[in-house]
């Protein structure tokens, strides 16, 4: 099987926009689903609302995969699984090491949709001495001094960090020494990487956040619908006939007492 380091995705080179493949992934989750439910084909619009995207933006999409479907038919669900994966290189053994092993990095390790989407935890590793040795995930964590030797070890191409941020950059920097040119950041800390390393940033607090804005508009869009409703003071209206016809004789019409 082909590792990691040596085999990198042609996304880039191909020149499919970063936009593009950051859908790429929703649209994945969303035909895997549809395959375990052995759906054989489906169309742009289906897909689409499975994914959270509208139909053109997902041809656009696939069209820089070279992927048009059939008129009136669909797209072929398992193609497209193999298509989309190849192109984000799942169908490759990314070798990944976890570094900070608290109660996130042991979550992470024992998380077991890694393996099935091309991701393997090679490796744990922890600044404690006491943790060293320790099993977790049926993977002994090994101490940070070791770092670049487990990188080297175990061809690791992407690392997670889950350390505190004051340890983040640290890290980061010694992974990028070690020769990892990925890494996704779970510290709440911006990292400072060169050319050629790619960083993705996962912070929980920034996403709750976010979340607790939408939840005070919707509090203050229902506060503000209960406040225009209709007012109890207001003099009673009833209702009159006017002057107008319609089709089955006088048309009523609401006027103020």
Not at 136 to 161: F, K, M, T, Y
């Amino acid at each position: 099987m082909a590792t990691g380091r040596n085999h990198r995705p042609a996304t880039r080179s191909r020149g499919i926009p970063e936009a593009t493949v950051a859908r790429l992934p929703l649209y994945l989750r969303a035909l895997t689903a549809l395959s375990e439910r052995s759906v054989p084909t489906v169309s742009s619009e289906e897909l689409a609302a499975a994914a959270g995207v509208n139909s053109a933006k997902l041809r656009k999409d696939f069209s820089y995969l070279g992927s048009y479907g059939t008129r009136g038919v669909g797209y072929d669900v398992e193609y497209l699984v193999y298509q989309i994966s190849r192109e984000l290189g799942l169908t490759q053994d990314w070798p990944v090491a976890i570094v900070g092993i608290g109660n996130l990095g042991a979550a992470l390790a024992n998380y077991g949709g890694f393996a099935s989407r091309g991701f393997r935890v090679a490796a744990l590793i922890d600044a404690d001495p006491a943790m060293a040795g320790t099993p977790v995930a049926g993977i002994p964590v090994q101490h940070a001094d070791d770092l670049d030797r487990i990188i080297s070890e175990n061809g690791v191409s992407i690392g997670v960090i889950t350390t505190p941020p004051g340890a983040a950059q640290q890290v980061c920097d010694r992974l990028v020494a070690a020769g990892v040119t990925s890494i996704l950041n779970f510290a709440p800390t911006v990292l400072s990487v060169p050319d050629g390393v790619d960083v993705r940033k996962v912070d929980l607090s920034i996403e709750l956040q976010i979340l607790a804005f939408h939840e005070q508009r919707k509090a203050g869009e229902e506060a503000a619908s209960a406040d225009s409703g209709p007012d109890p003071a207001a003099p009673p209206v009833r209702a009159t006939t006017s002057g107008r016809k319609g089709p089955d004789g006088d048309m009523p019409a609401v006027m103020p007492a």
